[in-house]
């Protein structure tokens, strides 16, 4: 896994990919960090991270597009696959060398309250909270985008879904609220996603029956709530919705509370879209 580490960390480093993103994200912190604590004395460094949160929707397809897609278009990924190293051996090391290039942009930022200090009183335990939730943040959008990557070959489409996924991710508390939280809309909603995951397990595990025993199963129990006890589906989309607001679990870090249950969600982030990448590389490799 450390070999997988090291060779990531050299590749974007003898590369232009890392230094655009690392350059691009100082960029714009330092933009707005120059705004409002230099310019305006705002004392809450989290407020500069909670602005440039949208950063990851760019710099996450730079750093990610071609962590697995571009080994699958040289046809590297064989030499991967056939090596002494276990598949999550080298996602878990793709992955760390990808959190150690996006370190190197935070351990700067980590300077900026220093910089603060020297000219006010600055609450250093709620900036240093703020950080580390901005960290959480990134290493949950790249795990994301190590995961699309391993769907595609081709770098490019790579970075156009991460870019979508990320989007939508990052609209979805602006989704929730435009919709309705009656029983109907729920029930609609749901219904479409239950489809939707059908396909995608479908896609996943070529099981045309596995598919649609999970779709007609979904369908059925999500028919049975909403005929006989329709209130348990009103606002229930907005629920489900807000698993995938990635951003609202940093709201608390800005703010300077460490809130354990937001780390979890973050780490379990983490966690499933390893996971998932994995699967999707041991069904490509015995396909």
């Not at 440039?52 to 397809?61: A, D, K, M």
């Amino acid at each position: 896994m450390s070999t997988i580490c090291k060779k990531e960390i050299r590749a974007y480093l003898t590369s232009m990919s890392g230094y655009v993103f690392i350059a691009f994200m100082l960029l714009v912190t330092g933009i707005y960090f120059t705004a409002y604590h230099m310019n305006m004395a705002y004392p809450i460094f989290g407020y500069t991270l909670s602005a440039v949160n949208f950063i990851f929707l760019i710099v996450t397809p730079i750093l990610t597009m071609r962590a697995l897609a571009e080994e699958q278009r040289q046809k590297t990924d064989q030499l991967l696959l056939t090596s002494p190293l276990s598949v999550t051996d080298i996602v878990v090391g793709k992955f760390f060398g990808m959190v150690a290039i996006f370190a190197i942009p935070v351990l700067i930022i980590c300077l900026y309250p220093l910089i603060m200090r020297a000219y006010g009183e600055v609450s250093m335990p709620m900036s240093y909270t703020a950080i580390l939730g901005f960290f959480l943040l990134g290493c949950s959008n790249i795990a994301i985008g190590l995961f699309l990557s391993s769907l595609t070959e081709s770098p490019v489409i790579a970075a156009v879904i991460t870019f979508g996924a990320l989007f939508i991710c990052y609209m979805m508390n602006s989704l929730t609220s435009i919709l309705s939280q009656t029983a109907a809309t729920s029930f609609m909603i749901i219904a479409v996603l239950i489809l939707g995951v059908a396909v995608v397990i479908y896609s996943v595990v070529k099981n045309t029956f596995l598919a649609v025993i999970i779709g007609i199963v979904g369908e059925g129990v999500l028919a049975a709530i909403y005929f006989l006890k329709s209130t348990l589906l009103e606002g229930a989309i907005q629920k489900i919705l807000s698993v995938f607001d990635l951003s609202s679990h940093f709201d608390d870090f800005t703010n300077g509370i460490l809130d354990v249950s937001n780390v979890v969600y973050y780490l379990t982030v983490i966690g499933l879209f390893l996971f998932f990448t994995v699967q999707s590389i041991q069904k490509r490799r015995w396909s």
